[in-house]
């Protein structure tokens, strides 16, 4: 079985990590098996949504760390050079989950640690069952992040909360994640896969080239002047101005009824 599961429904693309018996942690398979799926997925019109979720139990661990132990025998820059190579792989998916127009969700239950926050908190919302629970964890195990935690949290809850959950390593519940701002909503358990298609449901209905837009502002704001970002919004209007759902929006707004959104 591989440990990736990609499976399409309703203009829904929905990746499943697949490793339960080690919590989905990140293997060099699933993340070879991500970034060719969320390319294609990008470059797929009939995709309109993205949901990863992971089997089981738990969102995903984090790193493999039991496989670590064959690097702990290398010579130190063996493994500065080994761990700079695997975090250039990982960084081509956190591009593509970026640049796509269609909207992700993470669908996240059980543990979201190490970089399994990073993933959490890269998709574009997050919806979490009562019992999800976070950690940033890289210390326990005498390192420091990667995959864009360092970049995200900080954005979200600011620069002293992102220090303490950065170096304590704690966890929190899904409750304090709402309350942080890091993840949009809390369900019950048993409702997180029906609350989750209900969500990705609404959105694979929308007007798809204008989220891509949306998305773009948003992420490029915090690092853009007031006069960038106004231009930004303006080319931004009139690109979504150009797809015939911008037409059926309009039109529908003035028909009184709701629009019909093909994704074009």
């Not at 890269?122 to 019992?131: F, P, Q």
């Not at 940033?136 to 959950?165: C, N, Q």
């Not at 209007?237 to 059926?248: L, N």
């Amino acid at each position: 079985m591989s440990d990736l599961v990609r499976s399409d429904e309703n203009g829904i693309a929905t990746l499943t990590m697949n490793r339960p018996q080690v919590r989905n942690a990140l293997s060099m398979e699933m993340r070879h098996d991500l970034d060719a799926e969320l390319v294609a997925i990008e470059h797929d019109p009939s995709i309109r949504c993205v949901v990863l979720r992971g089997e089981g139990e738990h969102f995903m661990a984090g790193g493999d760390v039991k496989s670590f132990m064959e690097y702990a025998k290398m010579p130190a820059e063996t493994r500065r050079a080994t761990f700079l190579a695997r975090g250039h792989e990982l960084h081509t998916i956190m591009f593509t989950i970026q640049r796509m127009s269609q909207p992700i969700i993470a669908s996240v239950r059980g543990a979201a640690a190490g970089a399994g926050v990073s993933f959490a908190l890269m998709c574009d919302m997050v919806i979490a069952s009562e019992d999800a629970f976070f950690t940033l964890a890289y210390t326990a195990i005498g390192t420091s992040p990667d995959g864009s935690s360092t970049y995200f949290l900080p954005r979200a809850v600011g620069t002293k909360k992102a220090m303490e959950i950065a170096l304590l390593g704690d966890r929190f519940t899904a409750q304090e994640a709402l309350e942080m701002g890091l993840i949009n909503r809390v369900v019950a358990t048993d409702d997180l896969v029906e609350e989750t298609t209900k969500l990705a449901g609404r959105l694979a209905q929308g007007p798809t080239r204008a989220y891509g837009n949306t998305k773009r502002l948003i992420r490029n704001s915090f690092n853009q002047s007031l006069e960038a970002q106004l231009q930004a919004e303006a080319e931004g209007f009139a690109d979504s101005a150009m797809a015939d759902d911008w037409v059926e929006g309009v039109t529908a707004f003035n028909e009184k009824r709701k629009p019909v959104f093909k994704g074009s």
